[in-house]
């Protein structure tokens, strides 16, 4: 492969999928709120 | 009006994933579909290759990433298949939502065949049973296509017994709900798909020739950057490729638990479904690398999209590539799955709107309709005239019914009910990441301008000449007639009333919901 081709590669794999580890990082600092089914009124309420 | 309901059977609860991951699974399972496999590899070649990624990127950011939370927050608020959601939102608002359940019921119907077909070359990839003229056997042999278009019953039974098949698979799923049909479905098929598409990659990555692929893949043509159409394609591409503006993700998020991180959940969508075009992008390339290397040609000679890709060049690669017959069963399986999840969220769509509308239980509800989409499915499409009627709905669908109506969807909510600041406020009610102003514009200003764009670039060439040289009576009546029928549908759908028991007139469960809320801003603006 060329090299401006291998670059454009590993831009691509680096944003699309840095773009979906940082999404996932993010959803797993912030848990599910378990308690919270939308048939229960939650607690705090 | 609630008062007409019968006290003594409470309305049932509405269904939920159980799961926030559950959720994220099934919204991935219907955005990755046939689309990212055989459409965007083309599409991002044909605009400017590595260079594409700009514009796409742009698109996702400012368009697709935008309208799906538009999607989210509509069905998440309101908590209702889109008809019963958009109505909530505001009376006039209903027929968009009748609007987006047709244009799901015209989609299941050809979606299903082309699934069908996939499974048939799953199994041929056995055999190779097409011998050396791919082409030949898939239009003359296996679809028996007739030479002109028009209206044929001529059954063709290798495509009908296979579609059969597909149709009572999904039923049964629809049947099994949310929970037991559509979260296990996906949960299931998506590890699948991505475990058989991964493997398709890295044997397609030591075929010969596949370097020559991804170079023609991957180099950038920066002068595409300039063109007005490149960057159509690219909005054009993500919208069709996010599954936004036509219901399926406002029917989904209505089954979410009340207190979901919606953006923070979308994100992951949306960087899955992209993640996976990039590599459905690098896998077919280097594929077609082998396949030019073999013919002894260039990539601009073998590169193709769409039915061609699948079901003609991909049979030749097949036949040629060592360990073809593996490649084959990976590759036409990976579409078979891609393909069933997408379309049991389409039937959704459908499903979740008539057991609102008319206040029927789950089964019923999904037998009845998912039988009425599969008989038309089955009565129209496994004919010899089939792939013509496939054509011209698919084309004006999209361009008249997708596009159109979310073009027409987000100029309702934003510029004449002004709704989207109170739907900005129910994304950051439990969201991660906070939407505002920036949201707000993106939505109202820069998602308009790109759907106005391509409809009228539709408009304009399928105005000019006949769609594919079909003749005009057929276009006319399946593709201008079923696009102009389906609005008018539309309108008559809203105007029959909501059946007593629907959950329009009784849903003390949403109720409740609405007054927390209510409770909430009040103590907040104390």
Redesign the interface.
């Known amino acids: 492969?060329?090299t401006?081709?291998?670059t454009?590669?590993i831009?691509?794999?680096l944003?699309?999928?840095g773009?979906?580890a940082l999404?996932?990082l993010?959803?797993k600092?912030?848990p599910?709120?378990e308690g919270?089914?939308?048939?229960e009124?939650?607690p705090e309420? | 009006m609630s008062g007409q309901a019968s006290p003594s059977a409470a309305p049932e609860?509405?269904e939920?994933f159980s799961?926030?991951r559950l959720f994220i699974l099934s919204a991935i399972g219907s955005a990755v579909g046939l689309g990212n496999i055989w459409r965007f590899p083309y599409i991002a070649y044909d605009n400017g290759?590595?260079?594409f990624?700009i514009p796409y990127?742009v698109a996702l950011l400012t368009a697709g990433i935008p309208l799906l939370f538009l999607d989210y927050a509509v069905g998440h608020k309101f908590?209702g298949s889109a008809p019963l959601a958009y109505r909530r939102l505001h009376r006039a608002a209903e027929p968009l939502g009748w609007w987006q359940v047709l244009v799901c019921f015209v989609i299941a119907a050809y979606y299903a065949v082309i699934i069908a077909w996939s499974l048939m070359y799953t199994i041929f990839s056995f055999t190779e049973a097409w011998g050396d003229d791919a082409e030949g056997y898939f239009f003359g042999t296996f679809l028996a296509l007739s030479e002109a278009p028009g209206v044929g019953f001529t059954y063709v039974p290798a495509v009908f017994f296979p579609l059969l098949l597909i149709w009572i698979t999904v039923i049964a799923i629809m049947v099994a709900g949310i929970r037991k049909g559509i979260s296990r479905a996906n949960s299931i098929l998506l590890p699948l798909l991505m475990v058989m598409f991964l493997l398709l990659v890295v044997q397609s990555l030591f075929l010969p020739g596949a370097?020559q692929g991804?170079?023609a893949?991957?180099?950038?043509d920066w002068a595409a950057l300039a063109d007005p159409a490149v960057w159509a394609a690219a909005y054009g591409h993500i919208f069709f490729s996010l599954s936004v503006g036509y219901g399926i993700m406002v029917t989904y998020s209505s089954y979410l638990?009340?207190?979901?991180?919606l953006t923070?959940?979308g994100?992951?969508v949306?960087?899955?479904n992209?993640?996976f075009e990039?590599l459905a992008g690098?896998g077919v390339f280097a594929a077609l690398g082998f396949m030019a290397q073999a013919a002894g040609t260039g990539i601009n000679d073998v590169v193709t999209q769409g039915i061609g890709l699948a079901f003609v060049a991909f049979p030749t690669i097949v036949s040629q590539a060592p360990l073809g017959p593996v490649m084959g069963v990976l590759f036409f399986g990976s579409l078979v799955f891609a393909g069933v999840t997408s379309l049991i969220s389409v039937l959704e769509v459908i499903v979740a709107a008539v057991q609102d509308k008319l206040g029927w239980g789950r089964i019923k509800a999904s037998v009845v309709v998912s039988g009425l989409v599969a008989a038309v499915s089955l009565g129209l499409f496994p004919t010899a005239t089939g792939l013509y009627l496939l054509d011209t709905s698919d084309a004006f669908v999209n361009s008249f019914g997708i596009t159109l109506g979310a073009l027409v969807t987000v100029m309702v909510l934003a510029w004449f009910l002004r709704k989207l600041p109170l739907l900005s406020a129910h994304l950051n009610r439990t969201s991660?990441?906070k939407m505002r102003r920036t949201w707000m514009v993106l939505v109202a200003g820069v998602v308009p301008l790109a759907l106005i764009y391509m409809v009228a670039n539709e408009f304009i060439s399928k105005i000019t000449t006949t769609y594919e040289g079909y003749p005009a009576w057929f276009v006319g009546l399946f593709g201008w007639g079923m696009a102009g029928g389906l609005v008018v549908l539309a309108l008559i759908l809203t105007v029959i009333p909501w059946s007593r028991k629907s959950k329009a007139h009784h849903d003390p469960?949403y109720q409740?919901?609405v007054d927390?809320e209510a409770?909430?801003e009040e103590e907040q603006a104390r």
């Open positions: 492969m060329t401006i081709a291998i454009m590669m831009i691509a794999i944003t699309v999928w773009g979906l999404s996932l993010n959803l600092r912030h599910e709120d919270a089914l939308p048939e009124h939650a309420l | 609860k509405r939920t799961t926030r290759g590595g260079a990624l990127l908590r370097a991804l170079n893949f991957f180099t950038p638990k009340r207190r979901t991180d923070g959940s994100m992951v949306a960087f899955s992209s993640g990039i690098i991660t990441i469960e409740s919901i927390e409770e909430e």
